[in-house]
């Protein structure tokens, strides 16, 4: 994961295509009914098929039973299970038991008592993610709503931690987010949209761009 760019919630050849010709390193599917940007199994398995061997294909579900996650695993063939919801430690074990499958379990962050959760996930989860809590509006989804956290809330964290970071990122900010987190690796669905659902390959190639110059300039 280490400089790692992923770009998520991608629902068309053209803005997939613009994510892969711009070097994302990962791609999200999102396979959650309630997002602007859900694929169905048809769509996503084209789309997958589209990034098999040129970026790493991210499947992210939201509390998903396993006949769920098993109708997306057989159609979308991921390489990586995002999951975005309430999934417990005890949940997400079985999952990538049962699956065979590397998991990404995302953590939501507002406060910095919510930084406890990372050591009951750290050990069982392939990898982590970094996101902004959702609002606790009826509207909101688990993520992508395109709002950031405090990423100072991060600074303390122990710097061996390997994590990706996500939440409101976007081409202008993200170089300030990777500085300030070290995050390893970062995701963005909102921030590379001209409407929910709706990417923008311009501003993909943007942060992809921002993001690598990021990682590329020394430490301060
Ligand atoms: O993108 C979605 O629609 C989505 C739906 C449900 C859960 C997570 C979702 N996206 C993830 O949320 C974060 C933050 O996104 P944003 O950049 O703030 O819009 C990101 O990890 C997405 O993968």
Redesign the pocket.
């Known amino acids: 994961m280490d400089h790692a760019v992923?770009i998520?919630?991608l629902s068309t050849p053209e803005t997939l295509e613009a994510a892969l010709q711009a070097g994302a390193d990962w791609v999200?599917f999102?396979r959650?009914a309630?997002?602007?940007?859900?694929v169905d199994l048809s769509l996503g398995q084209r789309l997958s098929a589209l990034a098999k061997g040129r970026a790493g294909r991210v499947v992210?579900l939201?509390d998903a039973e396993d006949a769920a996650i098993a109708e997306a695993v057989t159609a979308l063939d991921p390489d990586l299970l995002?999951l975005?919801?309430h999934e417990t430690p005890e949940r997400v074990a079985a999952i990538r038991s049962t699956f065979k499958k590397p998991v990404m379990k995302?953590i939501g962050i507002a406060e910095a008592g919510d930084l406890a959760a990372l050591d009951a996930y750290s050990a069982i989860a392939d990898h982590l993610?970094l996101?902004?809590k959702p609002p606790k509006t009826p509207e909101a989804?688990?993520?992508?709503?395109?709002?950031?956290f405090d990423w100072r809330l991060l600074t303390g964290l122990d710097p061996r931690l390997s994590f990706?970071l996500?939440?409101?990122?976007?081409p202008g900010n993200v170089a300030e987010a990777i500085r300030l987190t070290k995050a390893r690796a970062v995701?963005?669905?909102?921030?590379v949209?001209v409407a929910p659902?709706v990417k923008d390959s311009g501003k993909i190639e943007a942060f992809i761009k921002a993001a690598r110059a990021a990682y590329a300039a020394p430490v301060s």
């Open positions: 992923k998520c919630g999200g999102v959650f309630k997002s602007p940007r859900h992210l939201v995002q975005h919801g995302a993610l996101d902004a989804l688990p993520g992508g709503n395109g709002l950031p990706m996500s939440g409101g990122l976007n995701d963005v669905s909102s921030g949209e659902g």
